[in-house]
């Protein structure tokens, strides 16, 4: 049994007639009733009576024109959606994210803008590392990353979002508050804690060899994930930290901390948007570069900077 026999079966049903289902489905009305006899055959059931100068469905074709209208129902609908998937318009990607993009609105924004162009397509976001980026967008686990460093394989392409500078936090009554400036060398004594390695590998080794090129070394006390726990520890003196400007700018009016520029500290945090190069003209990424393209002068406009880097062009990691 094909999907034919079901087709030709159901048109034979609602015009009660081989001749007149025969001229709907262009076919000629001998080769149509032998399949439907080879239909009737296979099943071992009559499908058909004569009524009149017509037919009609036996109590078993009754049944069977029932099903037989659900299944290609659910054939048609599965043809459907798989032409809308392929097109884009349908199905889940997935995004992977540094979780710092969270506090900026950038990640939101971004989510947002793909949301409003592509509102069939579920997105599922995942929190990792830039360097676990990579690894997933190679192996195919994600198909877009948010993250703060730019990869280096050719594999790989970006697009820088925005730029921002880090800098430091510390108790608003440190001893170092009440300074417009610090530099890496006052912070000789100073106990320091740093967001963990595993998640942001370039940026904690960034921060120790900016430290080591001044002659400083950092006593670093503890790797913290949870933001809200850093700014705490932060906030009653127990050590002090680093984080971008906007972040700061974010989360020092409720956290007791202060942000201040460090003078000798050029650190540049770029956010970035990657993708596989192969994927960049598959219908969702598509939408997804596009939202990122929609959203980027106003994350731009916000942070009050002009990234530099072209659209879409492979970079190396930002410094």
Not at 74 to 97: H, M
Not at 122 to 148: C, H, K, P
Not at 294 to 317: I, K, Y
Request: glycine share 6%; charged share 25%; net charge neutral.
């Amino acid at each position: 049994m094909e999907l034919r026999h079901l087709r030709y079966f159901v048109t034979i049903a609602e015009e009660q007639s081989f001749r007149r289902a025969a001229e709907r489905l262009h076919v000629s009305q001998s080769p149509l009733s032998r399949q439907m006899n080879d239909l009737e055959e296979e099943m071992g059931v009559e499908l058909f009576e004569p009524d009149g100068r017509g037919i009609k469905l036996t109590a078993a074709g009754k049944v069977f024109a029932e099903r037989a209208r659900s299944i290609l129902g659910s054939v048609d609908a599965a043809v459907e959606e798989a032409k809308e998937v392929a097109g884009g318009r349908l199905g889940t990607v997935v995004l992977g994210f540094e979780p710092g993009a969270t506090f900026t609105g950038a990640l939101a924004s971004l989510v947002a803008a793909f949301r409003r162009r592509a509102p069939r397509i579920g997105l599922q976001l995942i929190a990792m590392s830039s360097a676990e980026q990579w690894v997933a967008l190679r192996d195919g686990t994600i198909a877009f990353a948010y993250g703060n460093y730019a990869a280096t394989d050719d594999a790989l392409t970006c697009m820088e979002m925005t730029r921002d500078r880090l800098g430091m936090v510390l108790a608003h009554d440190h001893r170092l508050a009440r300074r417009t400036k610090i530099r890496l060398h006052d912070l000789a004594g100073e106990r320091v804690i740093l967001e963990p390695r595993r998640l942001y590998p370039h940026l904690h080794a960034d921060i120790i060899a900016a430290a080591r090129a001044q002659d400083v070394s950092l006593a670093v006390i503890s790797e913290v994930p949870d933001l809200e726990v850093l700014l705490a520890l932060v906030a009653i003196g127990d050590a002090v930290s680093f984080l971008p400007r906007r972040t700061a700018a974010l989360v020092t009016p409720m956290s007791s901390v202060v942000w201040r520029p460090v003078v000798d500290l050029d650190i540049k945090l770029s956010d970035v948007v990657t993708w596989r190069v192969k994927d960049a003209d598959t219908p969702v990424v598509r939408a997804l570069i596009d939202s990122a393209r929609e959203v980027r002068p106003l994350l731009q406009h916000d942070a009050g900077l002009v990234a530099s880097a072209p659209s879409g062009r492979r970079r190396r990691r930002q410094r």
